[in-house]
């Protein structure tokens, strides 16, 4: 009945998707205000009735009702709450149904924030929204109903699949997709902007902060991801370059450059029509994603090698949203007025350069990833491109980009002075170059160029507090001025250093666990011990526990320094999962400061000894550290009155007193 | 707002009058489409230079009889595991024979194994042959699980007709619904 219920409203959403995509449409046409005015309850019922079908799906997995043929395959009643809520997402169908619900959540609450926006704007881009929702909700109801039953209902479920029974799933996937989803909204903003021909920097203000919320979303989500994987899958790797991977990635990157070539359009009418065309970019690849994983055209742990009709409709939606929204940016993108100039050097040129090296890097993955595709439909041959391709085109693209982006900030608008900014940032790169001297003299091994990396990943970082000591003027005012400074400093401001800061923390765990992480493998007795970095581990033996619906194998092993002071214990296990006679690798890690020591098991032989794989993370923490930093920066920033449509503006008269680095903060 | 956009951009413009003067709307974009381009072919350059060095084939037990694969060049290399050919020795080092139904190939690797490598399951080992025709791995892929047969694997397993259809059924269930 609940499943019924579920499908019969799913129905509806389809249906009051179609009217919400045509009847506002129409209405900016004929200038009809009444018909403009159905979108935004349009959009506010949408949301309802794809919540009603999503909750009703949550309901048979929660209850187990194993007469839905999804919940019969993904789930088991042994599983505790928590897993079989998250095995509704857990699967293709439920993840589906996870995309529309965010994606109407986001078209409710343009319905509902939107009261400011001009009429016009905000009709078409729900019509937008709505054609969107309809195509994905047909694809529901066509090609992956989750609503399906079986005549007789089995008494248990298959579980889910062990990989997936960990908390990682309760955030990843849904942080994920409010990124990529949210990423629709600047879509839909985007074809309103081009259907009316009408385009300036009120736009770049009101889409602005859609384009924050997705990105820290995607952020949070990407990294969320990679640590999942750090410790799930038994190797400690923290990036695949996976092509599931660089699908989440592409649209990172296309976001990031629009985050910022938004702001050049919001403060100087500039780069419009560009702006536009990274809108659409950055939703098309999200698009994209969506259809590498969910087509199953890719070989790796999130194909779902099911029947090819999803493939093939998942590709049709592609095709014409993405096609549709290039064919009319051609046609309508050059009655867009072009906007301020402005000189190579300064704050716009900066931004340019940002836009420039993350647009070229995101080429670099989108090749890479889309490459094997290609070449398998036309030659046939199946190849993989892996690591050394992307460490070979998209780190050399993204140093430049961090050498640079220190100055952006502290460069004035319009026009800029180069060797001021150098200057101010003497006091960072004597840092940077301070910590490649330490580098090299405190470590031992590792590539040569490693010290140079830390070097950049300091600059980068001390750079940040360059801006905010520049602004508030640390050591030359005294400290209540300062203070004061800081308070009075936008938001905006303290969000840029800080997720510039964040991209430092992020790239020195990137060097340092890749330049200085060691690993063993090795075969222990109990009562034997193995040695890494300055640790000491003794295996004391196996053991078996129970738990409510797997079985673990657990070795436990003593950590001592080398000095012979206890640590204490890690235990990692060997887990298996009765329904599914699958088993996994439950790493075992310990903290040390934002190193890991890292220990996961192989199969135990029948002599007691076991297999190990050992390994040592130098500052590996500092990845997600970063990644939190970017998130807190964009949350700043994000709640900078200056996105609050209908603020009054901040007194212009208190920054032309200043100096220069500070009228570039507004 | 509006008028205080509007006083703005007037401002805007006449510093645009005077910044016009040092250098022409024309010769700011010749600088942006230079700089794009340059940054483009430093792009295309760094590609195509890894396309040639980190490309890898995948290949099947009969595509390295067929085509010849040298010695020494890397591939991927995927099949089934052969039943009962799987032989661990000391120092955690495994040997075992991959398998299309029409050609075998000996694999040796030293490490421990994803957790689903099993005898009669789909393997990718990626690394290269030594002279005596042994292939010597270095990744054992360990990106699937029991009821997922690697795309490629079932593609050469269809092609050498050794292709069974309880294999297209466990393939056919759902795996993972994550991004990750």
Redesign the interface.
């Known amino acids: 009945m609940i499943a019924e219920l579920g499908q019969y409203a799913l129905m509806l959403a389809f249906g009051l998707a179609l009217i919400q995509g045509t009847m506002p449409i129409v209405g900016t046409r004929t200038n009809d205000a009444a018909l403009m005015s159905i979108a935004t309850p349009a959009a506010l019922a949408q949301f309802a009735f794809v919540a009603i079908a999503f909750g009703a799906l949550a309901e048979c997995y929660v209850a187990s009702d194993f007469s839905v043929l999804n919940v019969y395959?993904?789930s088991n009643s042994q599983m505790p709450l928590i897993y079989r809520l998250t095995s509704v997402?857990?699967?293709?169908?439920?993840?589906m149904m996870l995309w529309i619900s965010i994606l109407a959540f986001f078209g409710a609450l343009v319905a509902v924030f939107g009261s400011n926006l001009p009429a016009k704007l905000k009709a078409n881009a729900l019509a937008v929204q709505a054609w969107i929702a309809a195509a994905f909700e047909l694809f529901i109801l066509t090609t992956s109903n989750p609503f399906v039953r079986i005549a007789e209902a089995p008494f248990e479920g298959r579980d889910l699949?062990p990989?997936?029974q960990d908390p990682?799933?309760a955030f990843?996937?849904p942080l994920?997709y409010l990124g990529y989803v949210g990423f629709s909204i600047t879509f839909s903003f985007a074809i309103a902007a081009l259907l009316e021909g009408r385009i300036d920097?009120a736009w770049a203000r009101w889409v602005r902060p859609w384009v924050l919320g997705a990105w820290m979303c995607l952020t949070l989500g990407i990294a969320g991801?990679s640590y999942?994987?750090y410790y799930e899958?038994?190797?400690g790797g923290f990036w695949f370059w996976?092509p599931?991977?660089n699908?989440?990635l592409m649209p990172w990157l296309a976001g990031t450059a629009l985050l910022h070539s938004a702001v050049v359009m919001e403060k100087?009418?500039a780069l419009k029509v560009w702006t536009i065309l990274l809108a659409i970019l950055a939703f098309s690849l999200s698009l994209i994603g969506t259809f590498l994983?969910r087509s199953g055209v890719?070989?790796?742990?999130?194909?779902?090698?099911?029947d090819p009709r999803r493939g093939i409709f998942i590709l049709a939606i592609l095709i014409v949203f993405i096609g549709g929204a290039l064919a009319l940016y051609a046609w309508r993108a050059p009655l867009l007025k072009q906007g301020?100039?402005?000189?190579?050097i300064s704050r716009e040129g900066a931004l340019?350069?940002n836009n420039?090296?993350l647009v070229?890097?995101c080429?670099?993955v989108f090749?890479?990833t889309l490459?094997p595709l290609a070449l398998e439909a036309l030659t046939g041959?199946?190849?993989?491109?892996?690591p050394?391709?992307f460490n070979?085109?998209f780190g050399?693209?993204f140093i430049p980009l961090m050498m640079v982006m220190p100055f952006g900030p502290l460069m004035g608008w319009?026009?800029g002075d180069l060797l001021g900014a150098a200057q101010r940032l003497l006091v960072a790169a004597i840092i940077a170059v301070v910590a490649v001297a330490g580098a090299f003299a405190v470590t031992h091994g590792g590539p040569v160029l490693a010290p140079f990396g830390v070097g950049v990943a300091v600059f980068v970082m001390a750079g940040a507090v360059t801006d905010i000591v520049e602004r508030t003027m640390v050591l030359r005012l005294p400290l209540g001025a300062t203070l004061r400074r800081a308070l009075g400093l936008p938001r905006s401001a303290w969000g840029t250093a800080f997720a510039h800061f964040g991209i430092g923390v992020t790239l020195l765990g990137i060097i340092g666990v890749t330049a200085w992480g060691s690993e063993r493998?090795?075969?222990v007795k109990p009562g034997g011990s193995l040695d890494i970095a300055h640790y000491r581990l003794t295996f004391d033996g196996l053991f078996n526990r129970t738990g409510p619906n797997y079985k673990d194998v657990v070795g436990h092993f003593t950590v001592h320094r080398a000095s012979g002071e206890l640590i204490g214990a890690m235990e990692p296990s060997?887990r298996t999962f009765p329904a599914?006679?699958?088993?996994?690798?439950e790493a075992a890690l310990m903290t040390r400061g934002v190193s890991q020591i890292y220990l996961?098991l192989?199969d135990p032989n029948k002599d007691g000894s076991v297999?190990?794989?050992l390994y040592f993370k130098p500052y590996v923490l500092l990845i997600w550290i970063g990644a939190m930093f970017m998130f807190f920066g964009g949350a700043l920033s994000l709640s900078d009155r200056r996105l609050r449509v209908g603020a009054p503006?901040p007194a212009?008269a208190k920054a032309a007193q200043s100096k220069p680095a500070l009228q570039a903060a507004e | 707002m509006t008028s205080s956009k509007g006083s703005v951009s007037k401002v805007d413009g006449q510093h645009d009058a005077a910044e016009t003067a040092r250098m022409t709307r024309k010769q700011r974009r010749l600088v942006l489409i230079g700089g794009s381009l340059g940054v483009l072919a430093v792009a295309v350059g760094l590609m195509l230079n890894a396309f040639r060095d980190s490309i890898v084939f995948f290949n099947s037990p009969s595509d390295v009889a067929e085509k010849h694969v040298g010695p020494g060049t890397r591939i991927r290399l995927g099949g089934m595991v052969k039943d009962g050919s799987v032989v661990r020795s000391d120092g955690l080092r495994i040997r075992f024979e991959v398998t299309d139904g029409k050609a075998e190939i000996p694999v040796v690797y030293q490490g421990v194994v994803p957790d689903l490598f099993r005898e009669g399951q789909g393997v990718v080992a990626e690394g290269s042959l030594d002279n005596s025709g042994v292939f010597d791995a270095d990744t054992i892929l360990a990106k699937h699980d029991e009821t997922y047969m690697p795309k490629e694997v079932a593609d050469a397993l269809k092609k050498s007709g050794h292709w069974k259809d309880d294999y297209a059924q466990r393939a056919a269930l759902p795996i993972t619904g994550a991004n990750k």
């Open positions: 395959e993904n997402w857990g699967n293709h169908e439920g993840s699949n990989i997936l990682g799933l990843h996937p994920l920097a991801g999942w994987a899958l038994g190797w996976d599931v991977e699908a989440s100087r009418e994983v890719l070989t790796s742990v999130h194909a779902f090698a099911t301020g100039l402005f000189a190579p340019v350069f420039l090296f070229t890097a080429a670099t090749v890479g490459y041959d199946k190849i993989s491109v892996g050394p391709f070979a085109t050399p693209l319009k026009r493998l090795a075969e060997r599914r006679q699958m088993a996994t690798t996961s192989g297999a190990v794989r503006r212009k």
